[in-house]
Every structure is written in structure tokens, then in C-alpha cells.
């Protein structure tokens, strides 16, 4: 697996939780370790782009988050046009 960006493991978890999903779910989705997820869900509460839901022991993506995801997605296609008009 090459190295990815912080911002293409937010976007990996980001998507995992979509809908809801545990830690399990989203860190095998995401192929993160449990510390790695533990960090990375906590900055993206902070940041209001997941949210815990009580009692479903569940995360989910908010709308923010999913903005986030359109984006991100919307530029990996730009890129992946640029390289293909480019060679």
C-alpha cells in the first residue's frame, strides 16, 4: 500500500462512516490501527466532520463532513484528468 495523505485518510474514514459505522468498521475500511483512528476521530469531532451518535456505539459522517468528501473527491478527479491530458 503507497503512503497516503492526512487528507486521504480523512477522506477513507470519512466515507467508512458514512451512514454510520464503529471504530472497528471504519478502521478496517480505512486500514488504520486502533491509535492512529483514536486520533483522527478525535480531531474530526473537533472539527464537526464526524459525529458520535449515543447509545449505537456509532460514528457518523455530518454534513460538513460529507462536503468534505464531495471535494475531495471533485479534485482526485481534476488531478487524475490533469496526469491523463498531461501523458
Excluded: C, P, W
Amino acid at each position: 500500500m503507497k503512503y497516503r495523505s492526512r487528507t486521504e485518510i480523512v477522506g477513507d474514514i470519512l466515507e467508512a462512516a458514512n451512514g454510520g459505522a464503529t471504530k472497528t468498521k471504519i478502521m478496517y475500511k480505512a486500514f488504520l490501527s486502533y491509535g492512529q483512528l483514536k486520533e483522527y476521530l478525535s480531531v474530526l469531532i473537533e472539527n464537526n466532520l464526524i459525529e458520535y451518535i449515543d447509545g449505537t456505539h456509532k460514528f457518523k459522517t455530518t454534513e460538513k463532513g460529507l462536503n468534505y468528501l464531495k471535494m475531495h473527491n471533485e479534485i482526485g478527479e481534476l488531478l487524475l484528468t490533469t496526469i491523463k491530458i498531461t501523458n
